[in-house]
């Protein structure tokens, strides 16, 4: 896949970075949390497997040139040492795709992972199977599944954001890590019953013919919308308020769904932006549809007078 589109991107947090495949991916360990009786290097160790197994490994069968490499941040915080080489952390995953024509990146995902469960134990082998998810040890390949299915979920939305439903595949790859997940008394998060919100439903809902309006409105919010500003600001507009509208319909249709709170996260500050210089039309109708589906932003979207 030759995307035609220049990334250049700044993303935060200081990690390892290495060349690869289709991701151009930082990752970091943050151990603050963690008691000073445990040698740290052992998770600078573990910052490098993971970085090297993030970048270097083949993840889809397409060529990306080294200027189409998806830009994407990774952030695991060590909040509890459970003994037995155990970690209990949380992992921040950010994406971000370049928007034509300029050296602007949109943030495709922004997400926060609370219930990551792993063990680790210097130089151990850093794989993952996806016709083998669980491994010898759940525990052990619990961390590689977690990556390897935001991964597929990064991919999804960078293909979705380029091509009508284009990320398919790779949404359908994260739903069968879930499906096959690693299985311990000690991991959560992909199960249904768990919470109203994880990996779970996350996946559920991206492949979900219920929600099958999200990739067209993932599609017009790129394609149609942010790509074209440089040209057509005001049919770039145009775009947007298209992606709303399926938002909207998404909304009414399946209230409180998981995937309508993860599409808007990261993305508030860029649409106040976007609709602060539109027709009072276009900005009327702006702020009637975030207000009432991104309740958690709702009060950044009252600028928009």
Same mark, same amino acid.
């Given at each position: ?16 970075f290495?060349?690869?495949?289709? #991701? ?13 009786q /445990?040698?740290?290097k052992?998770?600078?160790? &573990?910052?490098?497997?993971l970085t ?5 490994? $083949? %993840?889809? !069968? ?7 490499? /998806? ?6 915080? /060590?909040?509890q ?15 971000? $795709?370049?928007? +034509? ?20 134990? @210097? ?6 199977? @996806?016709?083998?998810v669980?491994?010898?040890?759940p525990?052990?390949?619990n ?6 299915y ?13 091509? #009508? ?5 790779y ?11 690693p @299985? ?16 779970? %439903? ?15 409105? *993932?599609y017009?919010? +790129? ?9 057509n600001?005001?049919?770039? $507009?145009?775009? &947007?308020?298209?992606? &709303?509208?399926?938002?909207n319909? /998404?909304?009414?249709e399946?209230? !409180? ?35 009432? *589906? ?6 950044? +979207?009252k @600028?928009?007078?």
């Amino acid at each position: 896949m030759l995307k035609k589109y220049v990334a250049v991107a700044v993303l935060v947090c200081s990690s390892l970075f290495a060349q690869g495949q289709e #991701l151009q991916a930082r990752f970091s360990v943050i151990t603050s949390k963690v008691s000073t009786q /445990i040698d740290k290097k052992v998770f600078q160790t &573990l910052q490098t497997a993971l970085t090297n197994f993030l970048n270097n490994r $083949r %993840w889809t !069968n397409d060529a990306f040139q080294p200027t189409e490499k /998806i830009q994407c941040n990774f952030l695991l915080t /060590i909040e509890q040492d459970l003994g037995n080489n155990v970690y209990k952390g949380k992992l921040t995953v950010q994406a971000a $795709r370049p928007v +034509y024509n300029t050296s602007y990146d949109s943030p495709l995902m922004n997400y926060l992972d609370d219930n990551v469960v792993f063990r680790y134990v @210097e130089f151990q082998p850093v794989e993952f199977n @996806e016709n083998r998810v669980q491994g010898n040890d759940p525990l052990v390949a619990n961390i590689t599944a977690v990556l390897a299915y935001y991964v597929n979920i990064i991919l999804g939305l960078d293909y979705d954001s380029f091509s #009508l439903k284009g990320g398919d595949a790779y949404f359908q790859k994260a739903w069968n890590i879930v499906n096959n997940a690693p @299985e311990s008394k000690d991991i959560t998060g992909w199960k249904s019953f768990e919470s109203l919100r994880n990996r779970y %439903w996350l996946a559920e809902n991206l492949n979900s013919s219920r929600f099958t309006l999200i990739h067209d409105a *993932i599609y017009n919010y +790129y394609r149609s919308g942010m790509d074209i500003f440089y040209e057509n600001e005001d049919a770039g $507009r145009g775009g &947007l308020l298209n992606s &709303l509208n399926f938002l909207n319909t /998404i909304n009414n249709e399946n209230p !409180n769904s998981m995937i309508m709170q993860f599409f808007f996260q990261g993305k508030s500050n860029e649409l106040v932006k976007v609709f602060s210089k539109a027709t009072a039309e276009q900005k009327t109708r702006a702020k009637d549809i975030l207000t009432r *589906i991104d309740i958690t932003n709702s009060a950044a +979207y009252k @600028e928009l007078k």
